[in-house]
């Protein structure tokens, strides 16, 4: 397949205006008890900011004493490439899907068979689409495909193939398996020293204990993190009309049910799982955002910029 | 309870096994769908399992009992009162007897009044009683069947309350005999047509016979309604049987005949009584005919016991008209409790002077030359010994017989049949036809007698005699006591007591062998059985009695065949033999109430009322007689109408007979009455009137 064919032409115009920043962009450019540790090197001034004590004399701008009679010191920031980490989800549950690929879509193994554009596709297309920005910007992008634990990894680059590394890895890749996302990030994590841009792009049909336990780690490790959490209309509504014989795709004893009488139930324990899911990022000062395998990436992605962007605006 | 569709209820009882099978088949039939969220959906189906499955078993409760209450209502659940629900419709036929025992007085209103009010309080009143709503407000159907006569259909089913009970109204005792088990079949008929016809989908059938129960209606030992093989069950609601026995005198009776020597006619009524008791008493009897003197009341003087007794009046003529041919008499006794069958009726031939024709050769002989006397001659002194016999004889050549020479005539002796042509035999057999009375002597002049087989089958009967007439040596006599017949009983009746001494000299030497005849058609029989006179009425073309009257001789009357002709029996023979032959000849005198009137065809009948007969071409009449009395043509024909004795018969059934009678129809309810009111009005009624 053609790595073009996981980021449509109408994608990449959604995502053109915004720029990539992460929110936390590397360590010598925050300012206060964390300094940057390449300042000097490629900085670029920030912003004005009153003199205190402790601050350093050099700091000072002079030219605004001379006109105002008050101290302020200049901040810098640091223009550093910034490592994004991708962890793409290729356990079984991630061949689920319910659209029907159309012409000129492309697909993976999951889809080759069913003709389904399934989550593990929908994932692909995310994380195609994330790595090609993130080259664009010249930042260093790695991937990592896990199931029980990382299967494939591609390691950070920001070189001009990097990009086509990246597809082609996702597009070859089997779809099985059980998620394990806590021994996976441990495995990435002994991977990455230094600081990054974690996305996890995934269904987080998994316990949300682990996934906090996982979440946990990574920012203990002063990670930034984003979950994309990538599932299909059908299970985020649920409108089967037919009783039917329902088999897990990661294996274990199938249902049989009548998914009319429990649409109400199922979708409530969606509904709670997924503000699980979310509430476990925002309380590790994460992102998290829902993906519907029916609807394009585009959006997503602009929702996901615009809004780490506004945050790195309010960091500062 | 029961159903009036048990299929129905049994299918529905079945269905309740569908909901059970789809259910199973939904499960076996489950589509295997791939599911990523198991976690969430086996959470899910855990928290709603067990509210589902309640659900589940609710629903395919509700399915099944949704089904099986279907089946039932379709079924139409019926309790003895009625169906379960006051919306299901009846289809109500209402059997009325009113036979003539329905005239029954039983206090200051009659037994069919009485009855039809408790049909009222059935039909038209049923909502109460029944658990359903009454005709009128309602939408039940109601139908009126009539049991007296041909069961007859007073009011086509309908639910204008109107009309229900202006039919009612209408039915008034009948003097044609009930045929209730008829009646019964006949409302039984018409639910099944009602049903056949699509009418009245689903409305419950019923039956309410209001009868008595009499034994003029349930004839003792009579057998059940027919029952109805895979017909629906009909609710049969019947009054309660009468159980009173009351008392009743009837004229059962009346014969009439003209005396043998003047112009009176002798009447006899047969008066007879039946009760509880039958105590001494009198009873007034009381003859009239139009034109003739009316004698005085008789009184019968019953003994205690004494169920029978006989009245006889002479009735002169007073101011009869010259031209009269036949009166009606009308005995009547009392009015009492049941006004059918106080009076009785009769029609008797009053004509004066009647013309004989006789069919033989002219001969001219002196007086000592008996032996060659022929039978023509014989029978034309006889039948005209003298002047005022009141016959007047007309001599026919057998070559000029036809239908010209038999106009007017009311009998003719046929004493050369041999020599008459077919076409005189054909007309002799129309005149017979109609009503005249033809007398047949095989040929006196030899002893080969062919003409048989021709002359009868023109005459339309079926007697035969033989090719050759066979001597006797030595002579045979007549039976000196001859065996009771019919024929003997009806034209003989005049000379019944004297028959014997007049029998008794009469010896026959030479006689043709008769063939084709009943034992009941021999008037008067030799001493070996055989018959010396006979009778037959002729056939139609198909091959129906109707009018007439064939007398066969096995003998000629001339002496060189017996010695007949010069013995006493000769000329009241010939004369009885026209005269009661022509009675009987002219058809039937007496009709019973409910059949069909045999008389002169296309005669039209008029009887009291207004009332009228048409006779057809066939000579029966087009309808049944409905009314007893005397019923006359403007030809002079008189036919008197009498009740059957049967169909006044008082004689209570018991309960459990009725029961037994109507079971075979469907669920029987004998509808509570205040029967003890009804039998103390009862014999309250039958004291009074007590003779």
Same mark, same amino acid.
């Given at each position: 397949?053609?790595?073009?064919?996981?980021?449509?032409?109408?994608?990449?115009?959604?995502?053109?205006?915004?720029?990539?920043?992460?929110?936390?962009?590397?360590?010598?450019?925050?300012?206060?008890?964390?300094?940057?540790?390449?300042?000097?090197?490629?900085?670029?001034?920030?912003?004005?900011?009153?003199?205190?004590?402790?601050?350093?004399?050099?700091?000072?701008?002079?030219?605004?004493?001379?006109?105002?009679?008050?101290?302020?010191?200049?901040?810098?920031?640091?223009?550093?490439?910034?490592?994004?980490?991708?962890?793409?989800?290729?356990?079984?549950?991630?061949?689920?899907?319910?659209?029907?690929?159309?012409?000129?879509?492309?697909?993976?193994?999951?889809?080759?068979?069913?003709?389904?554009?399934?989550?593990?596709?929908?994932?692909?297309?995310?994380?195609?689409?994330?790595?090609?920005?993130?080259?664009?910007?010249?930042?260093?992008?790695?991937?990592?495909?896990?199931?029980?634990?990382?299967?494939?990894?591609?390691?950070?680059?920001?070189?001009?193939?990097?990009? /086509?590394?990246?597809?082609? $890895? +996702?597009?070859? !890749?089997? #779809?099985?398996?059980?998620?394990?996302?806590? =021994? &996976?990030?441990?495995?990435?994590?002994?991977?990455?020293?230094?600081?990054?841009?974690?996305?996890?792009?995934?269904?987080?049909?998994?316990?949300?204990?682990?996934?906090?336990?996982?979440?946990?780690?990574?920012?203990?490790?002063?990670?930034?993190?984003?979950?994309?959490?990538?599932?299909?209309?059908?299970?985020?509504?649920?409108?089967?009309?037919?009783?039917?014989?329902?088999?897990?795709?990661?294996?274990?004893?199938?249902?049989?049910?009548?998914?009319?009488?429990? /649409?109400?139930?199922?979708? $409530? +324990?969606?509904? !709670?799982? #997924?503000?699980?899911?979310?509430?476990?990022? =925002? &309380?590790?000062?994460?992102?998290?955002?829902?993906?519907?395998?029916?609807?394009?990436?585009?959006?997503?992605?602009?929702?996901?910029?615009?809004?780490?962007?506004?945050?790195?605006?309010?960091?500062? | 309870?029961?159903?009036?569709?048990?299929?129905?209820?049994?299918?529905?009882?079945?269905?309740?096994?569908?909901?059970?099978?789809?259910?199973?088949?939904?499960?076996?039939?489950?589509?295997?769908?791939?599911?990523?969220?198991?976690?969430?959906?086996?959470?899910?189906?855990?928290?709603?399992?067990?509210?589902?499955?309640?659900?589940?078993?609710?629903?395919?409760?509700?399915?099944?009992?949704?089904?099986?209450?279907?089946?039932?209502?379709?079924?139409?659940?019926?309790?003895?009162?009625?169906?379960?629900?006051?919306?299901?419709?009846?289809?109500?036929?209402?059997?009325?007897?009113?036979?003539?025992?329905?005239?029954?007085?039983?206090?200051?209103?009659?037994?069919?009044?009485?009855?039809?009010?408790?049909?009222?309080?059935?039909?038209?009143?049923?909502?109460?009683?029944?658990?359903?709503?009454?005709?009128?407000?309602?939408?039940?159907?109601?139908?009126?069947?009539?049991?007296?006569?041909?069961?007859?259909?007073?009011?086509?089913?309908?639910?204008?309350?109107?009309?229900?009970?202006?039919?009612?109204?209408?039915?008034?005792?009948?003097?044609?005999?009930?045929?209730?088990?008829?009646?019964?079949?006949?409302?039984?008929?018409?639910?099944?047509?009602?049903?056949?016809?699509?009418?009245?989908?689903?409305?419950?059938?019923?039956?309410?016979?209001?009868?008595?129960?009499?034994?003029?209606?349930?004839?003792?030992?009579?057998?059940?309604?027919?029952?109805?093989?895979?017909?629906?069950?009909?609710?049969?609601?019947?009054?309660?049987?009468?159980?009173?026995?009351?008392?009743?005198?009837?004229?059962?009776?009346?014969?009439?005949?003209?005396?043998?020597?003047?112009?009176?006619?002798?009447?006899?009524?047969?008066?007879?009584?039946?009760?509880?008791?039958?105590?001494?008493?009198?009873?007034?009897?009381?003859?009239?005919?139009?034109?003739?003197?009316?004698?005085?009341?008789?009184?019968?003087?019953?003994?205690?016991?004494?169920?029978?007794?006989?009245?006889?009046?002479?009735?002169?003529?007073?101011?009869?008209?010259?031209?009269?041919?036949?009166?009606?008499?009308?005995?009547?006794?009392?009015?009492?409790?049941?006004?059918?069958?106080?009076?009785?009726?009769?029609?008797?031939?009053?004509?004066?002077?009647?013309?004989?024709?006789?069919?033989?050769?002219?001969?001219?002989?002196?007086?000592?030359?008996?032996?060659?006397?022929?039978?023509?001659?014989?029978?034309?002194?006889?039948?005209?010994?003298?002047?005022?016999?009141?016959?007047?004889?007309?001599?026919?050549?057998?070559?000029?017989?036809?239908?010209?020479?038999?106009?007017?005539?009311?009998?003719?002796?046929?004493?050369?049949?041999?020599?008459?042509?077919?076409?005189?035999?054909?007309?002799?057999?129309?005149?017979?036809?109609?009503?005249?009375?033809?007398?047949?002597?095989?040929?006196?002049?030899?002893?080969?007698?062919?003409?048989?087989?021709?002359?009868?089958?023109?005459?339309?009967?079926?007697?035969?005699?033989?090719?050759?007439?066979?001597?006797?040596?030595?002579?045979?006599?007549?039976?000196?006591?001859?065996?009771?017949?019919?024929?003997?009983?009806?034209?003989?009746?005049?000379?019944?007591?004297?028959?014997?001494?007049?029998?008794?000299?009469?010896?026959?030497?030479?006689?043709?062998?008769?063939?084709?005849?009943?034992?009941?058609?021999?008037?008067?029989?030799?001493?070996?059985?055989?018959?010396?006179?006979?009778?037959?009425?002729?056939?139609?073309?198909?091959?129906?009695?109707?009018?007439?009257?064939?007398?066969?001789?096995?003998?000629?009357?001339?002496?060189?065949?017996?010695?007949?002709?010069?013995?006493?029996?000769?000329?009241?023979?010939?004369?009885?033999?026209?005269?009661?032959?022509?009675?009987?000849?002219?058809?039937?005198?007496?009709?019973?109430?409910?059949?069909?009137?045999?008389?002169?065809?296309?005669?039209?009948?008029?009887?009291?009322?207004?009332?009228?007969?048409?006779?057809?071409?066939?000579?029966?009449?087009?309808?049944?007689?409905?009314?007893?009395?005397?019923?006359?043509?403007?030809?002079?024909?008189?036919?008197?109408?009498?009740?059957?004795?049967?169909?006044?018969?008082?004689?209570?059934?018991?309960?459990?007979?009725?029961?037994?009678?109507?079971?075979?129809?469907?669920?029987?309810?004998?509808?509570?009455?205040?029967?003890?009111?009804?039998?103390?009005?009862?014999?309250?009624?039958?004291?009074?009137?007590?003779?």
């Amino acid at each position: 397949m053609r790595a073009e064919q996981y980021l449509a032409p109408e994608t990449l115009a959604q995502l053109a205006p915004f720029e990539l920043r992460a929110r936390m962009i590397v360590e010598g450019v925050m300012s206060g008890m964390h300094r940057s540790p390449y300042q000097g090197l490629a900085v670029e001034f920030a912003e004005h900011r009153q003199y205190a004590p402790g601050d350093g004399i050099r700091q000072i701008d002079w030219k605004v004493f001379a006109r105002t009679d008050k101290l302020y010191v200049k901040r810098y920031v640091q223009e550093t490439n910034l490592d994004v980490m991708v962890l793409v989800d290729r356990s079984a549950s991630m061949r689920f899907g319910t659209l029907e690929v159309k012409k000129g879509w492309g697909g993976t193994d999951a889809s080759r068979g069913t003709g389904k554009w399934t989550k593990f596709d929908h994932a692909t297309a995310t994380a195609a689409a994330m790595a090609y920005m993130c080259l664009q910007q010249g930042d260093r992008v790695g991937l990592g495909l896990f199931d029980e634990e990382v299967r494939t990894q591609v390691k950070r680059s920001s070189q001009r193939d990097q990009w /086509r590394a990246i597809v082609g $890895a +996702l597009s070859g !890749e089997p #779809v099985a398996g059980r998620a394990q996302i806590g =021994r &996976s990030i441990d495995q990435m994590l002994a991977r990455v020293t230094n600081r990054a841009l974690f996305v996890v792009v995934s269904d987080f049909l998994m316990p949300v204990d682990e996934l906090r336990s996982a979440v946990a780690r990574l920012a203990h490790r002063g990670h930034d993190l984003v979950l994309v959490q990538t599932l299909d209309r059908q299970e985020l509504r649920f409108d089967l009309d037919a009783p039917g014989r329902f088999e897990g795709l990661e294996g274990g004893e199938a249902i049989e049910t009548d998914p009319r009488a429990v /649409r109400e139930a199922y979708l $409530a +324990l969606m509904r !709670e799982h #997924v503000e699980s899911v979310d509430r476990v990022a =925002r &309380s590790f000062g994460a992102d998290a955002l829902v993906c519907d395998t029916h609807e394009s990436v585009g959006p997503v992605m602009a929702a996901l910029l615009d809004r780490r962007m506004s945050f790195s605006g309010r960091r500062g | 309870m029961g159903f009036l569709h048990p299929a129905i209820a049994w299918a529905g009882v079945a269905s309740v096994a569908l909901p059970i099978i789809i259910h199973l088949l939904f499960r076996r039939r489950r589509v295997p769908v791939e599911w990523a969220a198991m976690e969430l959906l086996r959470e899910a189906v855990r928290r709603t399992n067990r509210r589902l499955r309640f659900e589940q078993w609710l629903v395919l409760l509700l399915r099944c009992l949704a089904l099986l209450a279907a089946g039932l209502a379709i079924a139409v659940p019926v309790l003895d009162g009625g169906a379960l629900s006051g919306e299901v419709r009846r289809l109500v036929i209402v059997v009325v007897d009113n036979g003539p025992t329905s005239a029954l007085r039983v206090g200051e209103e009659t037994e069919l009044e009485r009855m039809v009010d408790e049909v009222r309080r059935a039909v038209l009143e049923a909502g109460a009683a029944t658990g359903g709503g009454s005709a009128g407000g309602a939408r039940d159907r109601v139908g009126v069947v009539l049991a007296a006569g041909a069961p007859q259909l007073a009011l086509a089913p309908t639910s204008d309350a109107g009309a229900i009970e202006q039919a009612l109204a209408r039915v008034e005792p009948s003097e044609m005999a009930s045929d209730l088990r008829g009646a019964l079949a006949f409302a039984a008929a018409t639910i099944d047509t009602e049903k056949a016809a699509g009418r009245g989908a689903g409305e419950l059938p019923r039956i309410v016979v209001a009868s008595a129960f009499r034994r003029a209606s349930v004839a003792e030992g009579a057998a059940a309604v027919a029952a109805r093989e895979g017909a629906q069950r009909i609710e049969v609601l019947s009054l309660v049987p009468a159980q009173d026995v009351p008392a009743d005198v009837r004229v059962a009776r009346v014969d009439a005949r003209p005396a043998p020597a003047g112009d009176a006619v002798l009447v006899r009524a047969l008066v007879v009584r039946e009760g509880p008791s039958l105590e001494a008493g009198q009873t007034f009897v009381r003859a009239v005919a139009q034109g003739m003197s009316q004698p005085p009341a008789r009184a019968v003087m019953w003994e205690k016991g004494q169920a029978e007794a006989t009245v006889d009046f002479q009735l002169v003529p007073a101011g009869l008209a010259a031209d009269a041919r036949r009166i009606g008499v009308t005995v009547s006794i009392d009015e009492d409790r049941l006004a059918p069958g106080n009076t009785a009726y009769t029609a008797v031939d009053v004509r004066r002077e009647l013309e004989i024709g006789v069919v033989g050769r002219r001969v001219s002989l002196d007086a000592s030359d008996l032996e060659r006397v022929p039978a023509s001659l014989w029978a034309s002194r006889a039948l005209s010994p003298g002047a005022g016999s009141g016959m007047r004889v007309r001599d026919i050549d057998p070559s000029a017989c036809d239908a010209r020479a038999l106009l007017g005539l009311d009998a003719v002796v046929l004493a050369r049949p041999d020599l008459v042509s077919p076409d005189a035999c054909d007309a002799l057999g129309a005149f017979a036809r109609a009503g005249g009375v033809v007398i047949v002597t095989p040929a006196g002049e030899s002893t080969a007698q062919s003409w048989g087989q021709a002359v009868f089958a023109r005459l339309g009967v079926t007697v035969r005699v033989s090719a050759e007439a066979v001597d006797r040596d030595p002579p045979i006599r007549l039976a000196e006591e001859q065996a009771p017949s019919s024929m003997t009983s009806s034209l003989l009746a005049s000379i019944g007591p004297e028959l014997s001494a007049l029998s008794a000299p009469i010896e026959t030497r030479r006689t043709v062998e008769c063939s084709g005849f009943a034992r009941g058609e021999i008037v008067l029989a030799n001493a070996d059985g055989s018959p010396f006179v006979l009778a037959q009425a002729p056939r139609g073309d198909d091959g129906r009695v109707a009018r007439g009257l064939v007398v066969v001789f096995a003998a000629a009357p001339e002496l060189a065949w017996t010695n007949l002709p010069v013995k006493p029996l000769m000329v009241p023979l010939f004369q009885e033999l026209v005269r009661a032959g022509i009675q009987m000849a002219a058809g039937d005198n007496e009709v019973a109430v409910g059949d069909v009137m045999v008389g002169e065809p296309n005669a039209v009948l008029r009887g009291a009322g207004g009332a009228t007969l048409t006779v057809s071409p066939d000579g029966r009449s087009t309808e049944v007689v409905a009314r007893a009395g005397l019923w006359q043509s403007d030809a002079g024909a008189i036919v008197a109408a009498n009740l059957r004795g049967d169909s006044l018969a008082l004689a209570p059934t018991a309960v459990d007979a009725v029961r037994a009678l109507l079971a075979p129809m469907g669920d029987v309810r004998i509808r509570e009455v205040d029967a003890a009111s009804v039998q103390r009005d009862a014999r309250g009624a039958g004291d009074q009137n007590n003779p």
